[in-house]
């Protein structure tokens, strides 16, 4: 960790700025899955032990594209927040101007405050600088702990810390060294799972690790690509056509490193009660069926694959795993690196749809690491530079 964290900062009786990632899912005004609050809990207290003379939160939750929506309001945050933290925590409704200020100095020492949705300006995501300037005015010390948007260089993100000592937080900081630790420093055999629909937002993060890795197991929609790349027939399954060249392409330089499902289950409509049966991946699928997941011979060849690991990352479900049907593949996949972990195996889950899986599957707690940044988890693996990491004050 070259950058400087909360241990390296004066705090006392300072208004620490912190850029929280509580891009949290919210129904009928309730959080509905509080994770991603619970993971910035170390940071938070943390700072509050250090007696601040206020703690600042601010964060994105959507897309509301610049415009005032209730429906993205981080007011539904407050009373999770307040039980976690065991303090009063105050809400505010915008993040910029003088009523934000005067919220701000009306708070007891030591007081917390949550800020409104960010992107409610259309500054936020243009890294506008007069929206950054306002930003840091609110604060004495800038904290980004905001991992799953680091990968943004947006106002809250990057162009306040232009303005203040900046700082990375605890989760900032344990996502970096386990990101950035696995790839350029695994203990071996490494390997990574990729799935998901799509070759083509991955094949920079596939032709980095081809380079880092053992193995390279691939399954989900990405692998129907390869699939037809190879000559085979896959009816009406999700795949991308302009790619195939570049899948091919994929396959030659890995020289055997890529594996792929050696058994697939196929479904003759897109529907969870569709008619399936499973059949060999070099099988042509039949026409008007489709390809949702992987069968039970490929999750028994790649336990195999898995069995010797010491490190394995996994990004992206093996099928559709929203269907319960076409679930199983994902969950047993999440099943096996549970057991591997309690046998010393370091896993790491890449965030989005594979931390779903494995709160899916009621295995997160048996995971070494979660990632609480999907997107922000690829770039780092594709061997990018994230803005929001970037703009941290070096250690000296």
């Known amino acids: 960790m070259k950058k400087k964290t909360i241990r390296d900062i004066e705090m006392k009786d300072k208004r620490v700025l912190v850029r929280v990632d509580f891009n949290v899912p919210v129904a009928d005004g309730k959080v509905t899955d509080d994770t991603r609050i619970e993971a910035a809990l170390p940071t938070l207290k943390y700072i509050l032990e250090q007696k601040p003379r206020s703690l600042i939160l601010m964060s994105h939750l959507g897309r509301p594209k610049g415009e005032r929506k209730p429906e993205f309001s981080l007011k539904p945050v407050v009373p999770v927040l307040q039980d976690h933290l065991g303090t009063e925590a105050r809400f505010v409704d915008d993040c910029i101007g003088e009523k934000v200020e005067k919220a701000i100095e009306d708070l007891p020492q030591g007081g917390v405050i949550l800020l409104e949705n960010t992107r409610f300006h259309g500054g936020e995501t243009k890294n506008n600088p007069e929206m950054s300037k306002q930003l840091a005015a609110l604060g004495d010390v800038y904290v980004n702990d905001a991992f799953g948007s680091a990968h943004r260089a947006h106002a809250s993100t990057t162009g306040v810390a232009d303005h203040l000592p900046a700082v990375a937080g605890f989760l900032m900081e344990k996502e970096l060294d386990f990101l950035v ?9 490494f390997i990574a799972i990729m799935g998901g629909a799509k070759i083509s937002d991955k094949i920079e993060v596939i032709q980095t690790l081809l380079q880092k890795v053992d193995r390279l197991l691939i399954g989900g929609g990405m692998a129907n690509t390869f699939f037809k790349a190879q000559g085979t027939d896959v009816g ?12 091919r392409d994929l396959m030659e330089a890995a020289e055997g490193k890529i594996i792929l499902p050696r058994e697939v289950v196929i479904a003759d409509a897109f529907d969870n009660n569709a008619k399936a049966m499973s059949i060999p991946s070099d099988e042509n699928v039949p026409s008007g069926w489709r390809i949702l997941d992987i069968g039970a011979g490929a999750i028994h060849a790649f336990q195999q694959e898995l069995e010797s690991a010491r490190t394995i990352i996994w990004n992206g479900p093996m099928g559709v795993f929203e269907m319960p049907n076409f679930a199983k593949g994902t969950i047993q996949l999440a099943m096996t690196l549970a057991e591997l972990t309690e046998k010393g195996t370091k896993t790491i889950i890449g965030g989005g749809d594979s931390a779903a899986a494995v709160q899916q599957a009621g295995v997160a707690d048996k995971m070494t690491h979660i990632s609480t940044g999907g997107g922000a988890s690829l770039e780092l693996l594709e061997g990018k530079q994230l803005p929001g990491v970037a703009a941290l004050n070096d250690k000296a």
């Open 236 to 247: 009406e399954s999700l795949v991308e056509d302009e790619v195939l060249d570049t899948a």
């Open 181 to 189: 630790n696995a790839v350029e420093s695994p203990e071996r055999p």
